[in-house]
């Protein structure tokens, strides 16, 4: 069958309405007619070929929520009309030791499987994303929602920056008596502040718009520092147990390293277009300090995190938008210009 998609010939093309095809649920499927898919920075950076390896037509979306309209017959955990999502994967080989250990992300076997962008059987070669008015997936890749209903659309982004931001949090011990700080007030940041204060740490905001300070204290930042001014960044020096940067372009990494107390942590989940100049290997020596990576999060991680947050009543910040102002919704988020995720209303595909 085909469904109604949004998606990219080409890197310097705008999206455009297309028809794109669907398999019929396997064994182990189950079909979700999508109701919203969250905007993530990601999906520009790959319809725009900015980090390479595009394969064209991309449909992007990787935030994906709906209703279960079908399940294969080996479906055990999931019935028609569940409420579902579906985040950055769609497959992983199961087997080695990082799938066993549920971080599918890390899979080394086949590599984990994008739910855009990503090899499959299926026509055409690639996988199709969440901008399309149904997607068909593996169980196994399948997520339970508990949120309430009238909630939906915005729990979309925790199926991206909801786990982008969480997996690093818990793996670097993020709670009570901890100081730590989030660089960016964008999709993955706003909802870094969020998770890190029900975490029961003290958040500190890194921004570079300062019509986002007030804004920052509402999502739960205790302080906000504008990262451009280095007296205020300064006299934080030596301070922090652990920072997040979520930033979507090239800047210094020192600014924030000099930041960390010794053996704090930089995580660095922000993938820019272009390299961060390399920072000063003094700052990391004389404190024992750590720059490292995070990609996304597991399954079994997601379902914790959708699950946290239901229980701490947190959703995203988001704006909604018709699937025909998407290149607008594109242009603004490169101008920093988000309050905090453009989440795509579904139905609109259909106008
Ligand atoms: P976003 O909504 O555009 O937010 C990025 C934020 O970075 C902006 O709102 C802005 O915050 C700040 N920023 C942008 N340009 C800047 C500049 N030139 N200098 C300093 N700060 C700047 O993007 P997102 O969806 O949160 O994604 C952020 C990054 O994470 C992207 O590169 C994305 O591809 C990546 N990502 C990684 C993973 C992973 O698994 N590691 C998963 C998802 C996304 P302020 O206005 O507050 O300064
Ligand atoms: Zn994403």
Redesign the pocket.
């Known amino acids: 069958m085909t469904v109604p998609a949004y998606g990219a010939h080409a890197a310097d093309k705008p999206l455009e309405p297309m028809q794109i095809p669907r398999r019929e649920p396997g064994p182990s499927d189950v079909q979700i007619e999508i109701a919203y898919c969250g905007v ?3 999906d ?2 790959t319809v725009r070929s900015e980090w390479g390896g595009t394969l064209f037509p991309c449909v992007p979306g990787h935030e994906i929520v709906g209703q279960v309209s079908a399940v294969g017959d080996q479906v055990t955990r999931f019935k028609v009309g569940d409420t579902v999502g579906v985040g ?1 994967m769609v497959g992983s080989c199961q087997q080695c030791a990082s799938c066993r250990d549920g971080e599918e ?1 890390y899979c080394t076997g086949t590599g984990f499987i994008g739910t855009y962008n990503g090899a499959t059987e299926d026509a055409p070669g690639h996988t199709l994303g969440g901008y399309s008015q149904r997607i068909v997936t593996d169980e196994n890749f399948v997520l339970h929602i508990r949120h309430p209903q009238d909630q939906l659309a915005a729990v979309a982004p925790l199926l ?2 909801g786990i ?1 931001t969480y997996s690093p949090l818990r793996h670097w011990n993020v709670g009570p008596g901890k100081k730590v700080g989030v ?7 706003h909802m870094a502040i969020k998770i890190a204060h029900a975490m029961g740490a003290h958040v500190v ?5 300062e019509s ?1 300070r007030e804004d920052a204290k509402k999502l739960g930042a205790d302080e906000v520092i504008n ?1 451009r001014n280095s007296e205020e960044v300064e006299s934080h020096a030596d301070t922090f147990d652990f920072i997040l940067d ?6 210094d990494l020192d600014t924030f390293t000099n930041l960390l107390k010794r053996d704090g942590t930089l995580t ?5 277009e272009h390299p961060h100049p390399s920072p000063s290997v003094f700052n990391l020596i004389f404190r024992r300090r750590a720059v490292a ?4 999060g597991g399954i079994a991680e997601t379902q914790e995190m959708l699950d946290f947050c239901a229980e701490h009543g947190i959703v995203a910040d988001i704006e909604m938008i018709r699937i025909q102002e998407i290149d607008e919704a594109y242009d603004r ?2 101008r ?1 210009d ?1 309050k ?2 453009f989440v795509i209303d579904n139905s609109t595909l259909s106008a």
């Open positions: 993530c920075h990601s520009l950076h950055c992300q991206c920056a982008t660089v960016g007030i964008g999709g993955l940041g905001a890194f921004t570079t718009s986002k990262s979520t930033v979507a372009a090239s800047h660095l989940v922000g993938v820019p990576g995070s990609l996304i988020m490169q920093s988000v905090y995720r």
